[in-house]
């Protein structure tokens, strides 16, 4: 059976076995919808939102995937949509207060459009606590489902259609991957694919391992399936998605390390484009730096989280890497890759964080020169080890840090980024400019975008284009 297109009736048995059974759910969800559509004498509008990372925005492409097969439309505005979704993030306390601040203001909506319909996924589904106080307070929500029983979508949402009552759904951990379930793409020509799912590094600061469960990765021949579809879909770009990319393959039937697994992606005639993220600095193999120098794929850049440049407050992170074995890792791939891209994660404010430890990340941000560094103020997790130690730093003497850090970061990367003024390189256009209608937006290969005149016929097309001159952290140039 041709499982993107299955042949499923509704008179026969429900399917035990997946992904046969969402299928099954689909076509269920078909008539619900269907009939929903009849009452309203339209058809019904969806509207998803996504917090936080990468994954995140690759799931939520998955339940739009669902949502359009089943009979609902896009709809960019929320307070019109008739299914509204949040895809949550918990990594930082201020995406939690976020969520509960639109769910506020959907509760209003909802009151005057009593049939809209609203459900809540993702990592902070995965937290308790969070559960507990929606089904208390936020009595409006219609579905609570988790980041492992995502690929259930469809028959959650048909659990909804025939109950009245708030569903939730939440799974601990899991250790199962259900594989080729729809989705649709935010982009034609670009796009996430999965390699693995959760962590299992506990950086002591960390929720992701308590909310995205143990580490387990695809098997590679449903990656190289995924990307073969993908290209013959029109993709030229893929991004690898996972925590923690360098562990690729450890908990493999046949193990397989991520090296090897770009080696094979490689070989997928068509893709022009692979990046990756996010690479753990312990984990980043002498074979994983060859086999991108000699890679005419892989993009000239690397996310590197560093989070901070202390030994000792490394190792209170459990991060397993010292500020010289990070900075000897920066030169062993500089030394193989000159013009690599190298970007950053930097937390501020970590227990016990003296001034002389946050001088010592100043010192790494200035000896590796960031392209860009993603910077944040350590936020306490309920949960993790790091929320019950001591010396928490008063939020005045962090804000002063993170102003000093966010300034050298931003000297820096505006220095690095205009080494490249008057080079031609290429651009993959992604997007007509949001500002100016007459220019486009490409990326170049080491991630800094690029804006110059075109028109949306260059959408998805790699391009040759002059960088005339750089604004800070990207350029305007001219086609060649
Ligand atoms: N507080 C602040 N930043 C955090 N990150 C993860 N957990 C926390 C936290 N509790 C940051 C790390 C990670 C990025 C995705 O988010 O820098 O690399
Ligand atoms: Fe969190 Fe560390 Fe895992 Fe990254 S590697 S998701 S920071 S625990």
């Known amino acids: 059976m041709n499982m993107m297109n299955p042949d499923i009736s ?38 998803v939102t ?17 949502l359009e097969r089943i009979g609902y439309t896009e709809e960019a505005a929320e307070e019109k949509a008739d299914f509204v979704i949040y895809n949550t993030c918990t990594v930082r306390e201020n995406a939690n207060m976020r969520v509960y601040g639109r769910l506020g203001q959907l509760n209003r909506v909802k ?17 308790p606590k969070v559960v507990e106080k929606l089904r208390k307070s936020y009595r409006f929500v219609d579905l609570i489902f988790g980041t492992h029983n995502i690929y259930k979508f469809a028959e959650l949402i048909v659990t909804c259609f025939e109950s009245k009552r708030m569903v939730i759904d939440i799974w601990k951990d899991t250790d199962r991957i259900v594989e080729d379930l729809p989705s649709e793409r935010k982009f ?18 960390c929720i992701v391992p308590y909310v995205r469960g143990r580490e387990r990765s695809r098997d590679p021949r449903a990656i190289i399936r995924e990307i073969e579809r993908l290209v013959a879909d029109g993709v030229v770009e893929v991004m690898l998605l996972g925590q923690n ?15 090897e697994l770009l080696q094979e992606i490689e070989k997928i005639e068509g893709l022009k484009r692979i990046r990756f993220m996010t690479s753990h600095p312990k984990d980043l193999s002498d074979e994983l730096i060859e ?3 000699n890679s005419k794929k892989i993009c000239r850049h690397l996310h590197l989280p560093m989070q901070s440049g202390s030994t000792e407050i490394l190792k209170k992170m459990n991060r397993r890497y010292t500020k010289e074995q ?11 890759m000159p013009d690599i891209s190298l970007t950053t994660d930097i937390i501020v404010g970590f227990p016990g964080e003296t001034e002389e430890d946050f001088l010592e990340t100043l010192d790494v941000v200035q000896k590796v020169r960031y392209d860009s560094a993603f910077t944040f103020i350590y936020s306490k997790r309920t949960g993790t080890p790091a929320a019950t130690m001591e010396n928490q730093i008063p939020q005045d003497v962090i804000k002063d840090r993170f102003d000093r850090l966010l300034e050298e970061v931003q000297n820096i990367s505006a220095e690095v980024c205009s080494v490249h003024t008057g080079k031609i390189m290429t651009a993959l256009v992604e997007s007509i400019n949001d500002h100016d209608a007459s220019l486009v937006t490409g990326r170049l290969n080491n991630n800094l975008l690029v804006h110059f005149p075109g028109d949306e016929t260059l959408i998805g097309k790699l391009v ?7 604004k800070g952290f990207y350029y305007i140039g001219t086609q060649v």
């Not at 509704?10 to 929903?36: D, F, G, H, W």
């Not at 996504?50 to 669902?66: H, P, W, Y």
């Not at 562990?247 to 090296?259: D, I, N, Q, R, V």
């Open 188 to 205: 034609s020509f670009k796009s996430g694919v999965n390699i693995m799912f959760g962590c299992n590094n506990f950086c002591s600061y």
């Open 291 to 293: 086999v991108m120098k």
């Open 50 to 66: 996504t917090f936080g990372c990468q994954m995140n925005a690759r799931d939520s492409e998955k339940l739009v995937g669902i």
């Open 245 to 259: 990319v360098n562990s690729y393959g450890k908990t493999l039937e046949e193990p397989m390390t991520f090296a």
């Open 464 to 470: 040759d284009v002059k960088l005339d001159e750089c």
């Open 10 to 47: 509704l008179s026969s048995e429900i399917p035990e076995t997946e992904p046969e059974r969402q299928y099954y759910y689909i076509e269920k969800a078909k008539t619900y919808v269907a009939k929903l559509s009849e009452e309203l004498g339209r058809r019904p509008t969806f509207c």
């Open 111 to 127: 009151k005057k459009n009593p049939h809209m319909m609203i459900g809540l996924c993702g990592c902070m589904m995965q937290e």
């Open 326 to 336: 990070y900075l000897e890792l920066v030169t062993k791939i500089r030394e193989a």
